[in-house]
């Protein structure tokens, strides 16, 4: 059964930074693409980052670049988002959503976690 | 601001066919698939269509998808109090070179 399995998130004040993770089991790690999603509180789907099953591509949205890393660890079967200089704007859910092919970028989801809340507030 | 165009909200009769609309441009429905989620309240986003007009094994065949040019359509039809949710289409950006997702709809049963 594929799982993947957000953690990291908290209350963090302006400018600060987090490192969120994301476990995956059920499944070839290293084959799919991963990306980060986040859903700010009462709004829309917001697509974050992406990275390629080796690693070697990786992808951001313009709101985040600069700020934000993504990383993976095939021989940890995790993925990571650092998140640095923090925004009131970046208070959402942050969501891991496994590739459905191995094909990258992707955006057909096919697995999703169940989301890591980060709360950015002094 | 989303760069792909959603109606914020549907709706219809059980029953009933729907149709949600999904509006972009040359740089991203024009030149990439599109695919559409659904989200259930307080639950992670499901995937409903891929590649346009693909469903995933265990996808009803009540919901289909299309692209014409730069704007794409989710339909569902015979309509169902448990279709009651948000939907989301999403696709790549050559121009921003990343993914982009519309608004969302809200699609009420009523």
């Known amino acids: 059964e594929v799982q993947l399995l957000e953690s990291g998130g908290g209350l963090v004040q302006p400018g600060g930074s987090l490192r969120l993770s994301c476990a995956a089991s059920g499944f070839t790690f290293s084959r799919y693409a991963l990306t980060w999603v986040r859903q700010a509180p009462g709004k829309g789907l917001e697509w974050v980052s992406g990275i390629s099953g080796s690693g070697g591509s990786t992808y951001y949205a313009d709101s985040v670049k600069g700020r934000f890393s993504i990383s993976r660890d095939n021989s940890k079967n995790t993925v990571y988002l650092q998140i640095n200089s923090l925004r009131a704007a970046d208070t959402a859910v942050y969501y891991c959503?496994?590739?459905?092919?191995?094909?990258?970028?992707?955006?057909?989801?096919?697995?999703w976690g169940q989301g890591t809340l980060v709360t950015v507030s002094s | 601001q989303s760069v792909l165009t959603q109606p914020p909200s549907a709706s219809g009769t059980p029953g009933q066919r729907v149709t949600i609309s999904c509006s972009g441009s040359?740089?991203?429905?024009?030149?990439?698939?599109v695919y559409w989620y659904q989200q259930l309240p307080g639950t992670a986003p499901k995937l409903l269509i891929y590649r346009n007009d693909q469903r995933p094994s265990g996808v009803p065949d009540r919901f289909s998808g299309s692209k014409s040019g730069t704007s794409a359509s989710l339909a569902i039809s015979g309509l169902r109090s448990e279709d009651e949710a948000d939907y989301y289409c999403?696709?790549?950006?050559?121009?921003?070179?990343?993914?982009?997702f519309g608004g969302g709809t809200k699609l009420t049963v009523l």
């Open positions: 999403t696709t790549w950006d050559d121009s921003l070179s990343g993914g982009v």
């Open positions: 040359s740089s991203n429905i024009g030149s990439n698939y």
């Open positions: 959503a496994k590739c459905l092919s191995t094909v990258t970028p992707c955006l057909n989801f096919d697995y």
